[in-house]
């Protein structure tokens, strides 16, 4: 070879080496999955040495520490269940009416400054919520409905609900914004007025937006929240059977593995049970990521169309 | 009322509701940051943030956790920003549309979806435990770096996405090599919004909890922490011990109003400082 070739040569190899480097890189997300879904199998299947996957799930009471562990976590799973739907509740309407405020009505000049303001809101670390909740949202709850307890499923609820409310605006609002001109345009032609062109017209181009954002923002993001629940919800592990339970304390998952993880021995039963816990929220979050994934991606292929 | 007039009524009625609705978020903010300023700021003095907590944690300062959280966010910061510049410069300048992008991509939107407490779960297993590396700085800079992996990722993304093509194919006519083009052009060019992404790296491992109760934190320590391997004390950590497992929660309260208002004012200052550069890096651009 020529010295031109040779450098040529390794150029090329410089260039391939570089460029596998970054998708090693680019790969780590994957990985990383990969070895959450591995350590919180490993570390968690031990717990099916001793109960049924079924009886786990199923099963009415959560009595760990004790010489024979008791282990159902049917009252967490209703626990997060309910403290989602509660919280759901709040979110969308005020995240979606944001997101259309925002991207449909509100003037140019003050449009910038509200989106930063939400995205500020979006900052507040889920601890500061906690804390909120537990000095002024609990007592007050406490007061006006006359409980014997203001750590209740209502309070996390209402709490979540606010946290979830600037991620559900600002995936929202992208997806609305992703709306081409013409449908405006000719929804205008036929005479509708900006309300029913924003109803009949823009909502429903945006459905499949929204309800990944729903999905996404709202639920995923609820489900898996940790500190405002732990704080404010009360932690008892009874099974919420009806709308009163919003009244009542619950424990979520989320809760149950952070307040007990330090009291349970390393590499016992009880710690094998929390991490199947983190199993179960992690299945649960990757699902309804999944299918928020799937809904978009449809969009976009129907959208190319 | 003719078919007109009740159209403007309804229409008026709805954008009215949904003012109402985007005012009634914005009044709940103004309300949790007033609050906790009003409360906090007679806590706050010299000595509340450069002394160490004194008798059993009810008085004194909480100096240890506010370095704590500044090593914290930084060691994150270390970490996520190259691993997420690279994995951002292999999905904008290298990859075609394909099955692997598709699943690095699902990979990516799935890591984001992950709960904070099962990063924590994830570290203790694998950090602390079974890498050895206890519960220690590093361990939860490092959970903490693949929890905000995503975000990192997709602002540096965005930040490539930005640079025009002209830039590259410019580069490459004057006979650099594809690396070449992105190292002495593309990345030049989207330094600032990438560092943009860092700073709200920064502000989210800040204000983290879940993800450091296992792997990082500790309820107290009486010095600071002298390398990698020593366990840390936090604000967002401080603030939940204080506030809902210590027995004195009662009588610290204002202690506790005055850690969240320094946490507050933490994150809001990383925020501003991400959101003002990028108005600035709009308002300069001149392609």
């Known amino acids: 070879m020529t010295n031109k070739q040779t450098s040529l040569f390794r150029r090329k190899l410089h260039e391939r080496t570089i460029k596998y480097f970054f998708f090693a890189c680019a790969a780590t997300s994957i990985v990383v999955l990969f070895f959450i879904a591995i350590f919180l199998f490993h570390e968690g299947v031990g717990?099916?040495?001793?109960?049924?996957?079924?009886?786990?799930?199923?099963?009415?009471?959560?009595?760990?520490?004790r010489v024979q562990p008791i282990l159902g976590i049917l009252p967490m799973l209703l626990g997060s269940l309910f403290v989602t739907v509660g919280a759901m509740i709040?979110?969308?309407?005020?995240?979606?009416?944001?997101?259309?405020?925002?991207?449909?009505?509100?003037?140019?000049?003050?449009?910038?400054?509200?989106?930063?303001?939400?995205?500020?809101l979006a900052g507040i670390p889920s601890v500061v919520y906690g804390f909120i909740g537990l000095v002024f949202l609990v007592p007050w709850l406490q007061e006006t409905f006359n409980l014997p307890t203001g750590f209740t499923a209502l309070t996390g609820s209402l709490l979540l609900g606010v946290m979830a409310v600037p991620i559900i605006a600002s995936i929202s609002e992208d997806a609305i914004y992703a709306v081409p001109r013409d449908f405006r345009e000719a929804s205008y032609a036929l005479g509708a007025t900006k309300w029913q062109t924003i109803t009949r017209a823009v909502l429903p181009a945006s459905i499949s937006g929204i309800s990944a954002a729903i999905i996404l923002g709202g639920m995923s993001r609820v489900i898996g929240e940790t500190m405002t629940v732990l704080m404010v919800?009360?932690?008892?592990?009874?099974?919420?059977?009806?709308?009163?339970?919003?009244?009542?304390?619950?424990?979520?998952?989320?809760?149950?593995?952070?307040?007990?993880m330090g009291e349970a021995a390393k590499?016992?039963?009880?710690?094998?049970?929390?991490?199947?816990?983190?199993?179960?929220?992690?299945?649960?979050?990757?699902?309804?990521?999944?299918?928020?994934?799937?809904?978009?991606?449809?969009?976009?292929?129907?959208?190319?169309? | 009322m003719n078919r007109v007039q009740r159209r403007r009524f309804a229409?008026?009625?709805?954008?009215?509701?949904?003012?109402?609705a985007t005012f009634l978020i914005l009044a709940i903010m103004v309300g949790i940051i007033s609050f906790v300023a009003s409360q906090g700021i007679g806590a706050i003095s010299w000595e509340f943030l450069t002394a160490f907590p004194r008798s059993g944690m009810t008085e004194?300062?909480?100096?240890?956790?506010?370095?704590?959280?500044?090593?914290?966010?930084?060691?994150?910061?270390?970490?996520?920003?190259?691993?997420?510049?690279?994995?951002?410069?292999?999905?904008?300048?290298?990859?075609?549309?394909?099955r692997l992008i598709r699943l690095i991509r699902i990979g990516i939107n799935n890591l984001a979806g992950v709960p904070s407490i099962v990063f924590g779960l994830f570290g203790l297993a694998l950090f602390v435990r079974h890498l050895g590396l206890g519960v220690s700085l590093l361990s939860g800079s490092l959970t903490l770096a693949f929890f905000v992996l995503p975000l990192v990722i997709r602002a540096s993304e965005e930040a490539l996405l930005a640079v025009p093509q002209g830039f590259r194919e410019g580069a490459l006519a004057l006979g650099a090599t594809k690396w070449q083009s992105v190292y002495t052009v593309v990345l030049p060019t989207a330094v600032p919004a990438i560092l943009t992404g860092g700073i709200l790296a920064l502000g989210i491992a800040a204000g983290q909890t879940a993800p450091i109760i296992f792997t990082a934190a500790a309820f107290f320590t009486p010095r600071l922490p002298d390398s990698i391997f020593s366990p840390i004390m936090a604000l967002p950590f401080h603030i939940y011990v204080m506030a809902s497992e210590s027995a004195h929660f009662a009588v610290t309260r204002h202690l506790q109003f005055g850690t969240a208002l320094v946490l507050l004012a933490i994150v809001f200052g990383i925020n501003i400082t991400a959101i003002i550069i990028r108005s600035q890096m709009r308002k300069r651009r001149r392609w």
């Open chain 2, 60 to 98: 004194g300062g909480i100096f240890p956790a506010i370095v704590g959280t500044f090593y914290l966010a930084m060691g994150t910061t270390l970490i996520s920003l190259p691993l997420g510049v690279f994995a951002a410069i292999y999905l904008v300048e290298y990859s075609y549309q394909g």
């Open chain 1, 47 to 65: 717990v099916f040495r001793v109960v049924e996957i079924t009886d786990f799930l199923s099963g009415r009471r959560w009595a760990p520490a």
């Open chain 1, 233 to 260: 919800t009360g932690n008892a592990p009874i099974i919420p059977d009806s709308i009163c339970s919003f009244l009542r304390p619950v424990r979520t998952m989320t809760a149950s593995v952070a307040l007990e």
């Open chain 1, 90 to 120: 709040v979110a969308v309407p005020l995240g979606l009416s944001a997101a259309v405020y925002i991207a449909e009505i509100a003037p140019p000049k003050i449009k910038n400054p509200i989106k930063s303001a939400i995205e500020l």
């Open chain 1, 267 to 305: 590499g016992g039963i009880h710690y094998s049970a929390l991490f199947a816990i983190g199993l179960v929220l992690f299945t649960i979050t990757f699902l309804l990521n999944l299918i928020a994934d799937f809904i978009l991606h449809r969009y976009k292929e129907a959208q190319k169309r």
């Open chain 2, 11 to 20: 229409q008026a009625t709805a954008f009215a509701l949904l003012a109402f």
